[in-house]
């Protein structure tokens, strides 16, 4: 569809709250990608909150609990302490900053260049691509071809594509904190394949009651995940080491379409955004419990965390909007509007100041200043854009999906 005049709302003083602890109030910010930000009087209020945070004690390298062989979190109040702004890994210091788009309705994946905007490599991969997946020990890309039942290796050094790799059903991925397994999420299969995380032998396979199962993140010491099941209206929870589930919880009384699931910085709460009812929930892992809602926008379903670890964004697909969730106190301080659009998957640039996010049903990638709220671009791609992937980004290792670097 074509795009027109893009406009931005910001609530409660816009990202510059979170990030720099200025006075609350309300702002209005009408934009295009190219006009200057305007601001209007103060008018409305936050939307109310549920949920409540306690404090949490991250895993340490002396932590027994740990994951045997994870890396110790840095900072045991900030599990993305290693994510700031700019701070690449030697792996990764080398390698062209690209943004890869795979496109699940032209089974095909574009690549553009974040310095000009424009697309700079395009190629063919595997029926309905999913999202594009950095390995544990970020050295490639890959492009996880859902119906192609298969996997195409990037090389994030040149941006070029290899030989695939069979895979069964691999609507997503992630990989065990210790670097030891690739955890291919057979969404249509009802599995979690535990491979290995280099040659993607199949280890174990783990059938789970949770029809949908999409997304995943796990527990600062590594111990256990929690993922989504979209159709069941449910989050399950297993165990890493035995690969086995512990249990499930129902949220909403079943009436959930549960999506993306995003762990706090100090390790206790994870997010857990729900289309359905247009908002994530807080969900404390150790427990399984549901313990609060906070309401974003309809169709809520991608969350990414700022690179001070302040801030989760949130995009609303149905509403076309992207809502900042203050962690310090689970309000929502902004809400940036994209009118027409349909903000779905994607991810941060290394220097934290733009947000890529695929307009899933528009044929459009975003691009949005963190700072401002302001739409900076849109470039058209494929059809059907869905797991972008920004690279390089700051972290010492990958936990999969667009991007969950620790």
């Not at 609350?24 to 190219?34: C, E, F, M």
């Not at 399950?236 to 949220?251: F, H, N, R, W, Y």
Request: net charge neutral.
């Amino acid at each position: 569809m074509r795009i027109g005049r893009l406009h931005v709302v910001i609530v409660v003083g816009a990202l510059v709250v979170a990030l720099t602890g200025c006075s609350s109030g309300t702002k209005t910010v009408t934009t295009s990608p190219t006009s200057a930000i305007t601001v209007a009087p103060r008018g409305s209020t936050v939307p109310p909150t549920t949920g409540s945070k306690t404090p949490h004690t991250a895993a340490t390298a002396s932590d027994p609990g740990a994951l045997p062989g994870m890396p110790p979190v840095l900072d045991p109040n900030d599990i993305y302490a290693a994510d700031r702004p700019n701070q690449l890994s030697p792996v990764v210091r080398g390698f062209r900053p690209l943004v890869y788009v795979p496109n699940s309705l032209s089974n095909t994946v574009d690549v553009i260049d974040p310095s000009t905007y424009t697309i700079v490599g395009h190629f063919a991969v595997g029926a309905l691509p999913q999202h594009v997946v950095p390995a544990w020990d970020l050295k490639t890309l890959y492009v996880t071809n859902d119906r192609g039942n298969s996997l195409t290796p990037i090389d994030p050094a040149t941006g070029q594509p290899g030989t695939p790799i069979p895979v069964e059903d691999p609507y997503n991925m992630y990989f065990t904190p210790d670097g030891k397994y690739a955890i291919v999420v057979a969404e249509r299969l009802q599995r979690l394949d535990f491979r290995d995380a280099h040659t993607f032998k199949l280890v174990k396979s783990l059938p789970v009651d949770c029809r949908g199962i999409d997304h995943i993140d796990f527990s600062a010491n590594g111990r256990y995940l929690i993922a989504s099941c979209e159709f069941s209206g449910k989050v399950l929870k297993a165990d890493v080491e035995t690969q086995s589930v512990i249990g499930t919880i129902t949220l909403n009384g079943g009436d959930a379409k549960p999506q993306d699931v995003k762990l706090d910085p100090t390790g206790h709460t994870f997010y857990v955004a729900d289309m359905i009812r247009g908002g994530v929930y807080t969900v404390n892992g150790d427990t399984l419990t549901v313990t609060g809602f906070i309401p974003t926008g309809r169709g809520a379903h991608g969350l990414y965390v700022s690179r001070d670890s302040q801030v989760l964004y949130v995009t609303n697909r149905d509403a076309g909007t992207i809502s900042l969730l203050d962690f310090a106190t689970n309000a929502i301080v902004a809400t940036w509007v994209i009118p027409g659009g349909s903000p779905d998957m994607g991810g941060i640039s290394a220097d934290g100041t733009k947000l890529w996010v695929s307009g899933r049903y528009s044929g459009v990638v975003y691009v949005i200043d963190t700072r401002s709220g302001a739409v900076l671009h849109t470039i058209g791609v494929g059809s059907g854009p869905h797991g972008l992937c920004v690279y390089p980004q700051p972290g010492r290792y990958s936990l999969g999906h667009t991007g969950i670097f620790r």
